[in-house]
């Protein structure tokens, strides 16, 4: 499969300060990015997607960032808060394909 | 909103035996995903079926096999189970290039 890898295992940050997940693809023809939310024991949620025609979209407190040269992808969460700790994934897809491929997912913890 | 469906949500069996998991998409998706996630693991890619026909395949062993019926839902069969194959397993269902919608998962535990 594609290659989609996070570059920090674990995040710990304060409750109010703001949090950044890192993730890096390999595959420079995917042209659509998920992150996913991933609470213990359930399914992934989604949070945020973007196409390839863009290099940033904000949804409710996240922003997500597309650096198409580098092949990196950002999520920002702002003001983080305790409910957002849990285990975040980016995905990545080829629109020509049925198949999202996961990276290695970030662990953030929130410390109240 | 409807979400996605998966039973059973939890599976023990024992090495070298059979085991069926079922999935209903959301109503009015056309794309199936199966997903294996095993502990501490990020999902791995099973298979996709798309308006009920396999679309694209991913490490899905040999072992394993899937379909989608006429009603849309799909059935990941799996067989001669290994200790290996313990893992939640997660469907997803989207409309066609759009994002995917995860159910609760099935907690296989072979033993």
């Known amino acids: 499969g594609e290659s989609v890898g996070l570059h920090l295992p674990t995040l710990s940050v304060q409750e109010g300060d703001n949090s950044i997940i890192n993730c890096a693809y390999s595959?420079?023809?995917?042209?659509?990015f998920i992150w996913y939310k991933q609470e213990s024991g359930k399914g992934p949620q989604f949070i945020i997607d973007i196409r390839s025609n863009m290099d940033k979209r904000q949804g409710q407190r996240v922003t997500v960032l597309l650096n198409k040269t580098v092949k990196h992808l950002s999520l920002q969460i702002a003001a983080t808060q305790p409910g957002d700790s849990a285990v975040y994934f980016c995905?990545?897809?080829?629109?020509?394909?049925?198949?999202?491929?996961f990276g290695t997912g970030t662990s953030l913890t929130v410390i109240p | 909103a409807a979400g996605v469906i998966q039973s059973p949500r939890h599976l023990i069996k024992e090495k070298r035996e059979t085991a069926t998991l079922k999935c209903y998409p959301i109503p009015r998706h056309d794309t199936v995903y199966w997903y294996q996630q095993g502990p501490g693991q990020d999902p791995q890619f099973l298979i996709s079926?798309?308006?009920?026909?396999?679309?694209d395949k991913g490490s899905i062993p040999d072992r394993f096999s899937a379909q989608q019926f006429s009603d849309y839902h799909s059935e990941l069969n799996m067989s001669s189970l290994e200790l290996g194959d313990s893992a939640l397993y997660f469907c997803a269902s989207s409309r066609r290039n759009e994002k995917l919608f995860f159910g609760s998962g099935t907690q296989l535990s072979v033993l």
């Open positions: 995905a990545e897809n080829m629109l020509a394909g049925n198949q999202f491929y």
């Open positions: 079926f798309y308006e009920k026909m396999q679309s």
């Open positions: 595959n420079s023809a995917s042209d659509y």
